[in-house]
């Protein structure tokens, strides 16, 4: 499975690129322009597998730097301020990185 058969690549090519410059990301922006918050909870769900690199079950910061590469490769890393404040509005039990459950609920607000 791939982004792609989730989402558009079109739709994804231009949410990256909104965020081009360093420290302007936004999840919840990135999610509405990639068409990420239209998807049902399954596919959601799904996307969240992909972007687990490591299958833990978990984004940890560590996989936060490359979310956008994720998606496009050759896209720029997340600061470490952009990636903190992402791990921090996700992270509802503190735990120091993003569960499934947690991912959906940040999509879907």
Same mark, same amino acid.
């Given at each position: 499975?791939?982004?792609?058969?989730?989402?558009?690549? *079109?739709?994804?090519?231009?949410? /990256?690129?909104?965020?081009?410059?360093?420290? @302007?990301?936004?999840?919840?922006?990135?999610?509405? =322009?990639? !068409?990420?918050?239209?998807? @049902?909870?399954?596919?959601?769900?799904? /996307?969240?597998?992909?972007?687990?690199?490591?299958?833990?079950?978990?984004?940890?910061?560590?996989?936060?730097?490359?979310? =956008?590469?994720?998606?496009?490769?050759?896209?720029?890393?997340?600061?470490?301020? *952009?990636?903190?404040?992402?791990?921090?509005?996700?992270?509802?039990?503190?735990? !120091?990185?993003?569960?499934?459950? *947690?991912?959906?609920?940040? /999509?879907? @607000?």
């Amino acid at each position: 499975m791939s982004l792609t058969s989730i989402l558009s690549a *079109e739709a994804i090519e231009n949410a /990256v690129k909104e965020f081009q410059a360093p420290d @302007s990301f936004s999840f919840k922006k990135f999610s509405q =322009l990639c !068409g990420l918050t239209s998807k @049902s909870p399954k596919e959601v769900k799904d /996307v969240f597998q992909i972007l687990d690199d490591d299958n833990s079950g978990f984004l940890e910061e560590s996989e936060l730097k490359f979310f =956008l590469q994720r998606f496009v490769p050759g896209a720029r890393t997340l600061t470490d301020a *952009e990636c903190k404040g992402f791990l921090s509005a996700a992270d509802d039990d503190n735990d !120091g990185k993003i569960g499934v459950e *947690e991912f959906l609920i940040m /999509v879907q @607000s």
